[in-house]
T-cell receptor
Framework: GIQVEQSPPDLILQEGANSTLRCNFS?????LQWFHQNPWGQLINLFY???GTKQNGRLSATTVATERYSLLYISSSQTTDSGVYFC??????????FGTGTRLKVLA | GAGVSQSPSNKVTEKGKDVELRCDPI?????LYWYRQSLGQGLEFLIY????????KSGLPSDRFSAERTGGSVSTLTIQRTQQEDSAVYLC???????????FGEGSWLTVV
């Protein structure tokens, strides 16, 4: 089956810093989503981005499907950005496979 | 309700007992997913329902696990003869159609003692 790897696995930032999270996948995908899991465990959908670039406030995402990766950019990070970021991919069966996650901690 | 609703939010059960976890998806959503997340780990796909089609059960870890979706809405995940390794958060999600934006519930935390 498709493999989804995220990097880095852990990231510590000072408040106000910028960061880039990466999601690599081993096969072509039809759909890709980014999620944030807050410290209380709730998963929030950030982007539905099978291709191209989208922006939402301080967050933006780019997926280059032909090269099998997606990037999530966080600018001017805040402590509320802390948590785990997951990408999830669907290779055509609508069965989303989640990546290994990037655990982010933003320090005040 | 406006979001995906799961119950119970927490369940402690004795090894060997059966448990049922319930998911009420967002109204009008035809796709429903169950995932499992062990402590500090990623999300493991369990099962996917799409409308009245046969579900994709390829992620169910053993025949002790089963799920059904009645009337294309509410879903129940049943774990029979629970084992300690079944302890995890069970997450339900729904989307308007298969492949669309997924919305997660808050999860059901299962502890098997």
């Amino acid at each position: 089956g498709i493999q989804v790897e995220q990097s880095p696995p852990d990231l510590i930032l000072q408040e106000g810093a910028n960061s880039t999270l990466r999601c690599n996948f081993s096969d072509s995908v039809n759909n890709l989503q980014w999620f944030h899991q807050n410290p209380w465990g709730q998963l929030i959908n950030l982007f539905y981005i099978p291709s191209g670039t989208k922006q939402n406030g301080r967050l933006s995402a780019t997926t280059v499907a032909t090269e099998r990766y997606s990037l999530l950019y966080i600018s001017s990070s805040q402590t509320t950005d802390s948590g785990v970021y997951f990408c999830a991919v669907d290779s055509g069966t609508y069965k989303y496979i989640f990546g290994t996650g990037t655990r982010l901690k933003v320090l005040a | 309700g406006a979001g995906v609703s799961q119950s119970p939010s927490n369940k402690v059960t004795e090894k060997g007992k059966d448990v049922e976890l319930r998911c009420d998806p967002i109204s009008g959503h035809t796709a429903l997913y169950w995932y499992r997340q062990s402590l500090g780990q990623g999300l493991e796909f369990l099962i996917y329902f799409q409308g009245n089609s046969a579900p994709d059960k390829s992620g169910l870890p053993s025949d002790r696990f089963s799920a059904e979706r009645t009337g294309g809405s509410v879903s129940t995940l049943t774990i029979q003869r629970t084992q300690q390794e079944d302890s995890a958060v069970y997450l339900c999600a729904s989307s308007l159609l298969g492949g669309n934006t997924i919305y997660f519930g808050e999860g059901s935390w299962l502890t098997v003692v």
